[in-house]
Each structure stands twice: as structure tokens, then as C-alpha cells.
């Protein structure tokens, strides 16, 4: 892959959304959609699971793999906080205060919606086709296949958000989590349960692990579902 012109000439913002939809562009090739096939066989090959509702046939399936982004780009003293889907980065300032850095993209939020039945969609029970809840993601092709609109005005769309945030001395901490983390609880309340857990422990790593284990369901009939699927984080220490 040839180097990010907009990354060469400094600018970020043009590059991560370039990114995002190259992405799409490489899964739709011979290669990516290869690529996803042996990727596919080597998980029902390991998983104990049940074996992947996806097709193992070379590139059969792959417009059916999916998944949100949520990266950040540390440049000089700036962050570029880039989203597509319902993953979210959330900072936490001097004195506790949660700063979202990031906005969930979700089915039925307003520009998501008007997006989404311009380019011959619905959403029904708060999912696009009646299938998926969230609205951008990488991949995900079979949304993506009106040839008449560009790429950021199909259904799903990989176009991501960018947050510019200057790195300024009250941020401490960032909290990068998959929709699950945030699902039974808000951006402050996570922030408040990782400082409480940060005073007490000898290690990032054991706050997040202590996090995740506090969010699972212990029951996904009782939570409605929630902490229980896509429960990633990676907690960030800011070093001024």
C-alpha cells in the first residue's frame, strides 16, 4: 500500500478519512475478499464455538464482515480521534470529568436516519435493515452496493468522524471501548469506576482487565443483553 499523500503533507484529517474508505475499497478486491475467507477458516479451525455463520468458500461472504473503527492519531501535542460506528474514546480530565472524544453512530440518530432511507433503507427496532445497530462500520459490503451515491451516502458508510483535540495538561487518562463497555453504564460513570480503580491498583492493565469483569452480564436475559458482547478496552495514561 502507497503511503498517505494528505499524511505526507500534514494533513490528518484528510488522511484518516482516506483510510477509512480504503479499507472498503481493498475488501471489495480479489485479495481482501481471500484474505477474509482464510481468516474465516482459521477461526472455525481454532474457535470452540459453533463454527462462522459466514461461508469458508474463497471470498464467498465477505460483503457480510463488518466491524467499527475508533483510532486515535497522536500528532505533536494533537490528538485526531477518528470514528466510524458505535466504539467510542472518551478522556478523563483533571477532577474526574468524562469528555466525550467521539460520538456513537447509531441507526436512529437523526443525520444517521435521513442517511440511511435516502439510500433506500429503514431502520426497524433501532437496526438498519432490521439487522444491524449501528449505523458506519468498515466492511460490511451488502449496504454499501447503491453504485449511483458515493461512498459516504450508502446505508452503512465508512466515513468517519474526526475529533481534533489539542493535548492540554488536564488530560490524564483516555478510555477506548467497543459499544458493550458503554452499554450498561455512561461515559462518566465508566470514567468514575476507573479512577476509583486506578487509586488502588499497581497497573493499567488491571484496571481494564478489573473494568471488563465488572461490566459482564452475569446474566444477558436479566441485563437485556447488555455486557454481553464486545467487551474490548485499552485505557491510556497520558505522559505530559
Known amino acids: 500500500m502507497q503511503q498517505s499523500q494528505d499524511y505526507i503533507a500534514g ?10 474508505l480504503l479499507i472498503d475499497t481493498l475488501l471489495r478486491s480479489e485479495p481482501g475478499k481471500k484474505e477474509l475467507a482464510e481468516i474465516t477458516k482459521e477461526f472455525n479451525a481454532s474457535s470452540s464455538k459453533q463454527p462462522s455463520m459466514f ?14 473503527a475508533n483510532v486515535i492519531l497522536v500528532k505533536g ?3 485526531y480521534v477518528a470514528n466510524a460506528g458505535d466504539s467510542r474514546s472518551v478522556a478523563i480530565l483533571s477532577g474526574g470529568k468524562a469528555q466525550e472524544l467521539s460520538k456513537d453512530h447509531k441507526p436512529d440518530n437523526e443525520i444517521e436516519l435521513q442517511r440511511i432511507t435516502k439510500a433506500g433503507g429503514n431502520v426497524f427496532n433501532g437496526r438498519v435493515q432490521g439487522n444491524l445497530n449501528l449505523s458506519r462500520a468498515l466492511g460490511d459490503l451488502q449496504y454499501k452496493s447503491n453504485k449511483d451515491i458515493k461512498p459516504e451516502e450508502q446505508m452503512i458508510c465508512a466515513y468517519p468522524d474526526v475529533v481534533i483535540r489539542e493535548i492540554t495538561p488536564d488530560l490524564e487518562y483516555i478510555i477506548m471501548g467497543c459499544d458493550g463497555v458503554y452499554d450498561a453504564k455512561s461515559s462518566q460513570e465508566i470514567a468514575d469506576l476507573v479512577l476509583k480503580k486506578i487509586a488502588t491498583a499497581t497497573n493499567l492493565s488491571s484496571v481494564a482487565e478489573s473494568l471488563l469483569d465488572d461490566l459482564l452480564s452475569p446474566n444477558c436475559a436479566l441485563t437485556n443483553g447488555a455486557g454481553c458482547d464486545n467487551m474490548t478496552c485499552l485505557l491510556i495514561k497520558l505522559k505530559h
Open 11 to 20: 494533513n490528518y484529517k484528510d488522511a484518516l478519512v482516506h483510510t477509512f
Open 77 to 79: 501535542n494533537t490528538l
Open 55 to 68: 461461508a469458508e468458500e474463497e471470498g464467498e461472504g465477505a460483503d457480510m464482515k463488518g466491524c467499527t
